[in-house]
């Protein structure tokens, strides 16, 4: 088993960015340099959720953009999800590369029935 070194660290945001964020403007991330796929995931949550939620996401994603090459962005339950080991019935805006990303990095031996 990989080991790897959890960092942890409080992170504070000017109160305007959180303003900004519930009034629906959310170009602190979409400006940002981080793969479209976390960008366009979070807005979409951002937009059908509005308010505060997602965007603690969306500020870590921003505030760590140096060190995003590739990502992905998803719930734990929506992991364990059935069609993420046959990749069967995925929307392709999302779904698709999400599984793409699953046996690029994870690969299909160490996926597992939930």
Same mark, same amino acid.
């Given at each position: 088993m990989n080991k790897a070194l959890l960092k942890e660290e409080v992170m504070f945001f000017p109160p305007e960015f959180l303003k900004r964020?519930?009034? @629906?403007?959310? *170009?602190?991330? $979409? *400006?940002?340099?981080?793969? *479209?796929? &976390?960008? =366009?995931?979070?807005? =979409?949550?951002?937009k059908m959720r509005p308010g505060r939620r997602f965007f603690g996401d969306a500020f870590v994603a921003v505030s760590f953009s140096s060190k995003i #090459?590739?990502?992905?962005?998803?719930? +734990?339950?929506?992991? $364990?999800?059935? #069609?993420?080991i046959t990749g069967k019935g995925l929307k392709p805006?999302?779904? #698709?590369?999400? +599984?793409?990303?699953?046996? #690029?990095? &994870? @690969?299909?031996?160490?996926?597992?029935? *939930?």
């Open positions: 964020w519930r009034n @629906g403007d959310y *170009s602190l991330l $979409t *400006s940002a340099n981080i793969p *479209s796929y &976390i960008k =366009q995931i979070i807005v =979409q949550k951002a #090459k590739d990502g992905f962005y998803n719930s +734990y339950k929506w992991l $364990t999800a059935e #069609k993420w805006e999302f779904e #698709k590369p999400f +599984y793409d990303g699953l046996h #690029k990095y &994870i @690969g299909e031996d160490n996926r597992v029935r *939930s």
